[in-house]
């Protein structure tokens, strides 16, 4: 699954003030046609994925930015986080787009009013999960810079495969929407040149919304909190 912004992780160049950003923001939800147009033009990704809450970051009438919240797909993650949460306590950023018009902290600013608008209007929600894509670059700077909790990236044990049809990589899952299996006889027969590749390890993050709980949370935590990495040397299989 994808998440990050299209851009590289540190590519604003020009700062906006906290205050600025008060003044000329605002958040509210969005359409989700909207959203999905938004992301599949913008997002490094161009695809569109779960989606409970589309969030829009708002200059005047214009949606400058986009936070796509959703129910985990994978029926064992909210399980591996901790036996203590139900699958309508987790949310997953899926998506987070932000115009290259914007200033080099408004993702983080846009973030952080997410989880304040989640906590007045999801209450349910108690913890967000999201991962970050070696295969694009990143490491999670955005969720360092707004102080998710840092889990590794050797949760999964099983390995993945990408799946080039056609000139174009496809998440299996993906690719067994489309054409029923990813068993080399079937895909040979959609593109007979078709590619494959292991997908590396992704980070993962988390994100305590549910204040009251975070004690609790972090003494059932399966797997433990590490520091947080810069590179991603260890998301290569052994």
Same mark, same amino acid.
């Given at each position: 699954?994808?998440?990050?912004?299209?851009?590289?992780?540190?590519?604003?160049?020009?700062?906006?003030?906290?205050?600025?950003?008060?003044?000329? /923001?605002?958040?509210?939800?969005?359409?989700?046609?909207? %959203?999905?147009?938004?992301?599949?033009?913008?997002?490094?990704?161009? =695809?569109?994925?779960?989606?409970?809450?589309?969030?829009?970051?708002?200059?005047?009438?214009?949606?400058?930015?986009?936070?796509?919240?959703?129910?985990?797909?994978?029926?064992?993650?909210?399980?591996?986080?901790?036996?203590?949460?139900?699958?309508?306590?987790?949310?997953?950023?899926?998506?987070?787009?932000?115009?290259?018009?914007?200033?080099?902290?408004?993702?983080?600013?846009?973030?952080?009013?997410?989880?304040?608008?989640?906590?007045?209007? %999801?209450?349910?929600?108690?913890?967000?999960?999201?991962?970050?894509?070696?295969? %694009?670059?990143?490491?999670?700077?955005? $969720?360092?810079?707004?102080?998710?909790? /840092?889990?590794?990236?050797?949760?999964?044990?099983?390995?993945?495969?990408?799946?080039?049809?056609?000139?174009?990589? $496809?998440?299996?899952?993906? %690719?067994?929407?489309?054409?029923?299996?990813?068993?080399?006889?079937?895909?040979?027969?959609?593109?007979?040149?078709?590619?494959?590749?292991?997908?590396?390890?992704?980070?993962? /993050?988390?994100?305590?919304?549910?204040?009251?709980?975070?004690?609790?949370?972090?003494? =059932?935590?399966?797997?433990?909190?590490?520091?947080?990495?810069?590179?991603?040397?260890?998301?290569?299989?052994?």
């Amino acid at each position: 699954m994808f998440f990050d912004s299209n851009q590289s992780e540190s590519a604003h160049t020009d700062i906006v003030t906290k205050g600025e950003a008060r003044s000329n /923001y605002t958040i509210d939800i969005i359409d989700k046609k909207i %959203a999905k147009e938004l992301i599949i033009e913008n997002h490094y990704s161009h =695809s569109w994925t779960s989606c409970r809450y589309a969030l829009g970051l708002m200059k005047g009438d214009e949606i400058v930015g986009v936070a796509i919240y959703g129910f985990p797909i994978g029926r064992m993650v909210v399980k591996s986080i901790c036996p203590i949460l139900e699958n309508d306590n987790v949310l997953e950023l899926t998506r987070l787009w932000i115009a290259e018009s914007e200033g080099k902290n408004s993702e983080s600013w846009f973030l952080g009013r997410t989880f304040s608008w989640l906590k007045n209007n %999801a209450p349910n929600i108690w913890i967000l999960i999201s991962y970050s894509d070696p295969l %694009a670059d990143h490491v999670g700077i955005i $969720y360092q810079a707004t102080n998710w909790l /840092y889990q590794g990236n050797n949760i999964k044990k099983g390995k993945s495969w990408m799946y080039k049809i056609h000139g174009k990589w $496809y998440h299996p899952r993906t %690719a067994v929407s489309k054409w029923g299996s990813t068993k080399d006889e079937i895909l040979k027969e959609v593109d007979e040149n078709y590619e494959r590749m292991i997908m590396p390890k992704k980070h993962r /993050y988390l994100y305590i919304l549910k204040r009251n709980k975070r004690k609790e949370i972090l003494n =059932s935590l399966k797997h433990p909190i590490l520091p947080y990495v810069k590179d991603n040397s260890t998301c290569g299989w052994d």
